[in-house]
């Protein structure tokens, strides 16, 4: 499985905005450094809490900052761009970072950003769907693409430059509580982020009813899906301590959800509250796993049965604590958890297991042979 970190980001306004992005960037440059697999950065243009407006831009300077992690959008917002540059966007970042991007794309993470686009609502998943079929006809081929839509133009279009990534780097549409990202899935065989794990009101997601839309779209159009390019995207917090992570976190989440999720997007608490009791609220019925790194490896390890095996999973970059205890967050759930879905301690506990049954043996053949040769060195000085 693969981990990495979902950054929309989330950032409460009143903040320096600019030390807010350096800070977004620190996070990635430590992320790459204890491993984590990949990072998803947003594009937003409204509410005043996730200020990323071109994720593209902002993941080419994470890129010279880093070395190993792989960087993708979460997501391009399809209808507010023409095809031709986003995918000629996203091909120069390929060449830039030699091959480390994946391309995520969706319909828009607000209506206030569409709103101000003059883009009604009920027009941002066909505008996808049309976009996100261009986007791929360009990256795969270069026969002259000609289309007149009514809302973008293009004509004998070819791009110049082709993916660094073959066929071209990979392709995650977002899914979130309607059908429609899933069958975005099955009809083109791209991967899938899924960006809930509940629905607005409250109840889980059915996870695995979704992926079976995705299964049942991609057998009528022949497109082949993995379940190893599907990441499912949840909120954690853990520590070293169940006390303390829900002390540190406590009102960095009630703000993340009161006042960001019901008070400035209008999807209502899915939990009743009060305020100081949130986070518990929201972790006892699933929607976050918060508590120390046994608890994400229970909380994963459901996720799994629930899903029937997805190939990623995504922790959301939220701020709901100091940035240092958030920082040993991350390294906790690499040292400690990550491991245990990667099969990387199986050679370890295996070797250990091994050592521990020989133990006995090994202690007296040490034995014997420190004594056979101090006999030896005996004899020796003796003769």
């Not at 950065?41 to 990323?52: D, F, K, L, Q, Y």
């Not at 360009?138 to 000609?146: A, D, Q």
């Not at 990534?165 to 392709?171: D, E, F, G, S």
């Amino acid at each position: 499985m693969r981990f990495g970190v979902f950054l929309a980001p989330f950032h409460e306004p009143g903040q320096n905005p600019t030390l807010s992005l350096e800070r977004d960037l620190e996070l990635i440059v430590r992320l790459d450094e204890l491993g984590y697999d990949e990072v998803w950065v947003g594009e937003h243009h409204s509410t005043g809490w996730e200020t990323i407006t071109s994720p593209e831009l902002f993941l080419a300077v994470a890129a010279e900052r880093t070395r190993h992690i792989r960087l993708g959008t979460g997501v391009v917002s399809l209808p507010y761009h023409h095809p031709l540059m986003v995918a000629d966007r996203i091909v120069l970042l390929d060449h830039l970072t030699r091959g480390r991007v994946s391309l995520g794309v969706g319909p828009g993470g607000h209506i206030t950003d569409a709103l101000m686009l003059g883009i009604e609502p009920p027009d941002l998943r066909p505008r996808m769907a049309e976009s996100l079929e261009v986007v791929l006809r360009l990256m795969t081929s270069t026969e002259p693409i000609t289309v007149e839509s009514d809302w973008f133009t293009l004509r004998e279009a070819v791009l110049q430059l082709r993916p660094y990534q073959r066929p071209h780097p990979p392709v995650f549409v977002t899914s979130m509580e309607s059908p429609a990202g899933m069958v975005q899935a099955g009809t083109h065989g791209t991967g899938v982020l899924s960006l809930a794990v509940s629905k607005a009101s409250g109840s889980p997601v059915d996870l695995s009813g979704q992926w079976r839309i995705a299964e049942e779209v991609a057998a009528e159009s022949g497109a082949t899906l993995d379940r190893a390019n599907w990441r499912i995207t949840v909120p954690m917090y853990i520590a070293q301590t169940r006390a303390e992570a829900f002390a540190q976190a406590r009102e960095g989440a009630a703000a993340f959800l009161l006042d960001y999720t019901q008070g400035v997007t209008g999807r209502p608490s899915p939990v009743p509250g009060p305020r100081e009791k949130v986070i518990e609220q929201m972790a006892e019925r699933g929607s976050w796993i918060v508590g120390t790194p046994d608890d994400a490896i229970a909380g994963i390890e459901r996720l799994i049965e629930e899903t029937g095996g997805f190939g990623g999973l995504a922790v959301w970059g939220h701020e709901w604590a100091e940035r240092e205890q958030i920082l040993r967050g991350h390294e906790l759930f690499i040292r400690d958890v990550a491991p245990r879905f990667q099969g990387s301690l199986d050679g370890i506990m295996a070797s250990q297991a091994i050592a521990q049954a020989r133990s006995q043996e090994a202690h007296e053949r040490r034995t014997d042979a420190v004594e056979r040769a101090r006999r030896a060195h005996a004899d020796k000085s003796s003769g």
